[in-house]
Nanobody, 113 residues
Framework: QVQLLESGGGVVQAGGSLRLSCVVS????????MMWYRQAPGKQRELVAA???????NYVDSVKGRFTISRDNAKNTVYLQMNNLKPEDTAVYYC???????WGTGTPVTVSS
């Protein structure tokens, strides 16, 4: 059974930083592309960042230069380093693989102005 366990969220002031982690079990982690998504209140879930099995990365324009996705295959973990956070980054953050599996509970991020 696939499990996705996100952590690291919290409340931070604008301009601050957070590092999210997602521990994955039940899949061959190293061969899967991994993604971070977020869902703000009243909005649809959106893809924020992606990393391939080879380490290539891609980001939505709104976070480019501020967020960094990375992975540690030895720990079955994908990370999202978020710097210079803005109030519009407030959302619940989720990780998932490609192909997509069942969603975890996510980790909430609140950025105050």
């Amino acid at each position: 059974q696939v499990q996705l366990l996100e952590s690291g969220g919290g409340v931070v002031q604008a301009g601050g930083s957070l590092r999210l982690s997602c521990v994955v079990s039940g899949i061959y982690f190293s061969i899967n592309a991994m993604m971070w998504y977020r869902q703000a209140p009243g909005k649809q879930r959106e893809l924020v960042a992606a990393i391939t099995s080879g380490g290539s990365t891609n980001y939505v324009d709104s976070v480019k230069g501020r967020f960094t996705i990375s992975r540690d295959n030895a720990k079955n973990t994908v990370y999202l380093q978020m710097n210079n956070l803005k109030p519009e980054d407030t959302a619940v953050y989720y990780c998932n693989s490609m192909p997509q599996r069942s969603w975890g509970t996510g980790t909430p991020v609140t950025v105050s102005s």
